[in-house]
């Protein structure tokens, strides 16, 4: 195994100084739901995020703060309460989703409420699970409430922070976001708390035949669009992004006429 | 190695004829004068960021359709399965542009050991075996949420190797494409994010 490691690393022996200069600027973790702050910058529901929203992994600071930001001053957006971030409504118990961009052995993952700890679960410097939920009893909590999390990395001095807005107990079901079990109940509420979408994300619409190309738009199978003067017909139903415009590149969604 | 270089070698032409879809006149307005991703050569002009690029992401790539193809068959949601669709569809034809652009440096397009960029202080990759595995046998009622997370961190991943490579890479068709992963995968964040949070 050893020797297999060394192989490409002296092979690439250039690249591996690259990697390790850039390293510092990239990260490790964020709540992804209920949505965190920096999830919703990262989701467009919140707007005017600055580089947050392109890095919503990158709350990183030293352990022991208790700021959205973990005392990141590149990253103080996520400590203005004035920018009305929407409240998730969950039930009273609520579990807590991660998205983890490195495997880090972990201390621990703790979450406080209003500046008191709720609860801690403690890893044992292990490398964390291939999804790492927790469910929280929010029960003393009720109302509107800013939820801390924080994953206390094992061997760095760092955490990674997240805050989450919720609205405790204000919820029709108890764990809204965790278990998907049909398509109905988690597709129709999300229209409520969104109070900032943006125009091009939001868009439903079906697309009428040889309409021009948009970003945000549900392509059905068949459907014609028009983009740079020609007409393409969709061959994949997706709802389409920037970057997935008929060209070259989208053949496999997008067929010329 | 060399013999995986052959094969794929043999293999791109093989795709590129298989492309019976091709179009019949030049319509791409990103680039007019190709039919297909394949005929979109590199240059001549790279150094060893654009390779080491090329190469992890190929690999992460791999990994990605593998998590993609898990994400159309086992999704409940048909908005989480055509999204799953598409990206296996649009990063098939990726690496297809990726390995022509190694084979054509006449560098190995695969790597012999999967490095995170992370690796220097600690870090796994966000996506290993072990967490591909785990979606095959996670339960149906919590397959969504494991696969948006899942594939949120990789995606995330893509856009950290997009970023090095736009600050560090040489090739101007590797950093263009560098830009449109970057934009693309930024992108399905906001679906995925959306889809999770219902």
């Known amino acids: 195994m050893r020797r297999k490691i060394a192989y490409p690393l002296a092979t690439l022996g250039m690249v591996g100084s690259t990697l390790v200069i850039a390293s510092p600027a990239l990260a490790h973790g964020y709540v992804s739901s209920p949505p965190s702050r920096q999830a919703l910058c990262a989701a467009g529901t919140v707007t005017d995020c600055g580089s947050i929203q392109f890095e919503p992994q990158s709350v990183e600071a030293p352990k022991g703060s208790k700021q959205c930001n973990g005392g990141n001053a590149n990253f103080s957006i996520l400590n203005d309460n004035s920018r009305s971030w929407p409240a998730k409504s969950v039930g009273t118990s609520t579990t807590f989703n991660w998205v983890l961009t490195a495997r880090h052995r972990t201390a621990s993952w703790v979450y406080y409420v209003d500046g008191t700890e709720v609860a801690t679960f403690n890893d044992n410097n292990a490398i964390p699970e291939a999804t790492v939920s927790h469910t929280v009893d929010l029960s003393k909590f009720p109302g509107k409430r800013t939820v801390l999390a924080v994953w206390n990395i094992g061997d760095t001095v760092n955490a990674f922070y997240s805050c989450i807005d919720l609205n405790v107990g204000g919820g029709a079901t108890s764990t809204p976001t965790v278990a998907p079990t049909t398509a109905a109940p988690t597709v129709a509420p999300s229209a409520s708390p969104t109070t900032a979408p943006t125009s091009s994300t939001t868009s439903s619409a079906p697309a009428s035949s040889g309409s021009a190309w948009a970003p945000g738009t549900s392509y059905q199978t068949g459907d014609v669009v028009t983009f740079g003067g020609a007409s393409y017909t969709c061959r994949q139903s997706h709802r389409s992004i920037n970057s997935w415009e008929p060209s070259v590149y989208t053949l496999a969604l997008w067929l010329p006429l | ?198």
């Open chain 2, 1 to 198: 190695m060399k013999r995986r270089l052959v094969a794929v070698a043999l293999v791109a032409p093989f795709l590129l004829g298989a492309c019976g879809t091709a179009p019949s006149s030049p319509a791409a307005p990103a680039a007019p004068s190709v039919q297909t991703v394949a005929e979109i050569t590199a240059g001549a002009t790279f150094n060893a960021n654009d390779v080491m690029f090329l190469q992890m992401l190929a690999d992460h790539q791999q990994q990605g359709l593998e998590m993609a193809a898990i994400g159309a068959s086992r999704a409940t949601r048909p908005d989480v399965a055509d999204l799953a669709k598409a990206v296996s569809l649009t990063e098939t034809d990726e690496l297809t542009l990726m390995r022509s652009w190694l084979t054509e440096w006449q560098k190995p397009t695969t790597v012999d050991k999967r490095v995170s960029v992370h690796a220097d202080h600690g870090g796994l990759p966000s996506t290993t075996d072990d967490e591909i595995n785990s979606l095959k046998t996670v339960t149906k009622k919590d397959f969504e949420t494991a696969f948006l997370n899942l594939f949120l961190a990789h995606q995330h991943n893509a856009v950290e190797m997009a970023q090095i490579e736009l600050d560090k890479g040489a090739n101007e068709q590797t950093k263009a494409f560098a830009e449109r992963v970057k934009e693309s995968r930024a992108d399905q964040v906001q679906q995925m994010l959306k889809l999770l949070n219902g």
